[in-house]
């Protein structure tokens, strides 16, 4: 049973002429499936393209992240709308959300910058609310106010995807209780990131994606290197092994199996 590797960035790859490699490595390490993150309006078309070129191993998604938020980002949200109107559509909108973590250091332009991300989060909820479509959310230092927004927005919680989740066991009970579920990244196999494996325990194999976040957060035995979708195995193997204690092929059947269920592909 291959794996899907539900959260990647493609674009620097593609730029950098080493795509075909890392699909290839992909494939070989048995992804079946990756979703390319759109982040802003640099790299939606292009992931839009790899879908259609690579369809049925390449998926995309279109969303302004909250870092890509700029002055008059409005016509920026305002572009998302059309990637459902054509041939080859995003299977979710993000990825959304709220940043504290890379706030100015200088309180009043970090409270400027932050009232726009909401401002934008608020636009991006409003429009998945309207598709009917899943979401995919960033939240860094920011989940109790995310969630307070996913929750005066509306949205069908069951179509919410806290990606990367690095939190504890309280936080994702708040995310199952309401019926979202969180996708796991290479921290899981970090020596320190005892409360997110915790975090991966509370929510179950019955609910769990895996995702790499390449070319971020390289899992081990790779860290410190670049990441890529291939390297989804090694969170795989390491959270059957050491996190659920099941074997490797349960693993793949049910994340693959949740992976496209949530994201209907």
Known sequence: MGLIDTHTHLEGFARAGTLPGILARAREAGVEAMIAIGTSPDDWALNRDLARDQAGFVHYTAGLHPCEVEAGWEAAQAQVAGFWAGETRPVALGEIGLDRFHLPKEAAEAEKVFARQRAAFAEGL???????????????????????????????????????????????????????????????TYKTAGNIRAAARAQGLARLMLETDAPYLTPMPHRGKPNEPAFVRHTAEFAAREVLGVSYDELAVATTANARKFFGL
Not at 143 to 162: N, P, Q, R, Y
Request: aromatic residues 6%; negative net charge; proline residues 2%.
């Open 126 to 188: 409003a429009l998945a609310k309207r598709l009917g479509c899943p979401v995919v959310i960033h939240s860094r230092g920011a989940l109790a106010e995310c969630v307070a927004m996913i929750d005066a927005s509306g949205v069908d919680w069951t179509k919410v995807v806290f990606h990367c989740f690095a939190e504890g066991e309280a936080e994702m009970a708040e995310l199952t209780r309401r019926g979202g579920v969180g996708s796991f990244t290479g921290i899981l």
